[in-house]
């Protein structure tokens, strides 16, 4: 990345890497480094270490307030605020301008019609498959549709509705990213059952500090959302814009899901709401308010 910087005549290092950015600060060029999770091992503190001992213009982002917590814990460093922005995840609010009604996606997309429940996303442990799963088989009149997922995960799950003789899932398996949107608006609610612990691709644990870019999505289809009561959600989505149930309690999501599908209206306002609340969470606004702290 520096010989890169060099070569290009760069004026500034935008970095997820703490050592790049740690390098970037020890060669003189301003840095933004932005983080996602927590440092992975002794030495990912130490090269955060090395890029705050630095004493070129920085700015570090942090998409939660929880993942700063655990950065200075892991770091033994406590960051200095007027360095430090917290900038949630975003997102294309252009990609969602006239989605259609739930009714008319279902029918552009020639999916099952009626009231629909909807997932996107990984299936991989953590993300809620196995709540999903029971939900669909506790209401066996509502369908169900997940969006994504690994082909090995989704052949698994598929072959689980089968042995079960579920009929109100459709699993589509990989979907392009331009027609997520549809399929979110396809749905009357959108699910984030996440648990108390869930592993990213690296393998780390990073339900304390989850900031998923699938929630700004569900927002921005203006959907219902019902979502695992974290702490670390919490800090976007609130009781005006979403409904929160305790993870892997089937019963709750069960209730909660239900009485959602029966109140349109309940439905509507809490889409609306998401949907105003998101316009200000755009990647655009996002990355102006980055250069904004770094500039000042």
């Known amino acids: 990345a ?8 760069a004026e500034l290092i935008y970095t997820w890497l703490p050592q790049s950015a740690a390098l970037g600060a020890w060669m003189g060029y301003p840095v933004v480094l932005e983080m996602h999770a927590d440092n ?4 990912g503190a130490w090269w955060m270490q090395q890029f705050w001992k630095q004493k070129t213009p920085k700015v570090m982002t942090v998409t939660t307030s929880a993942l700063r917590k655990a950065l200075e814990r892991s770091t033994k460093f406590q960051f200095p605020n007027e360095a430090l922005l917290l900038t ?23 999916l099952k019609e009626g009231l629909t429940v909807g997932f996107t996303g990984h299936i991989y442990p953590g ?11 506790q209401m066996p009149n509502v369908h169900f549709l997940w969006v994504g997922g690994a082909p090995e995960l989704v052949d698994f799950w598929k072959n689980k509705l089968t ?8 699993m589509t398996g990989f979907v392009k990213h331009e027609s997520i949107p549809l399929y ?47 702490p670390s959600i919490r800090e976007v989505l609130n009781d005006r814009n979403a409904v929160f149930c305790e993870p892997g309690d089937v019963g709750k999501w069960k209730v909660e899901i239900g009485a959602l599908l029966a109140d349109e209206p309940r439905r509507l306002a ?8 998101v316009e200000q969470l755009t990647w655009v ?12």
Do not use: C, H
Request: charged share 25%; net charge neutral.
């Open 2 to 9: 520096q010989r890169a910087a060099k070569k290009f005549g």
């Open 40 to 43: 992975s091992g002794k030495l």
């Open 88 to 110: 949630p995840n975003g997102v294309e609010l252009e990609k969602y301008a006239g989605l259609p009604s739930p009714t008319e996606a279902r029918r552009q997309l020639n």
């Open 127 to 137: 993300r809620g498959a196995d709540l999903l799963f029971e939900l669909a088989k």
């Open 163 to 170: 042995e079960a003789k579920m009929t109100n899932v459709t």
């Open 184 to 230: 979110q608006a396809a749905a009357d609610v959108l699910l984030m059952p996440y648990s108390r612990s869930i592993e990213a691709s690296s393998g780390q644990d990073i339900a304390e500090v989850i900031n998923p870019m699938k929630m700004f999505e569900y927002m921005a289809a203006g959907r219902g959302i019902v979502s695992a009561d974290l």
């Open 270 to 277: 809490l889409g609306l709401q998401a949907r105003s609340d």
């Open 285 to 296: 606004k996002r990355e102006e308010r980055v250069i904004q702290a770094l500039d000042q």
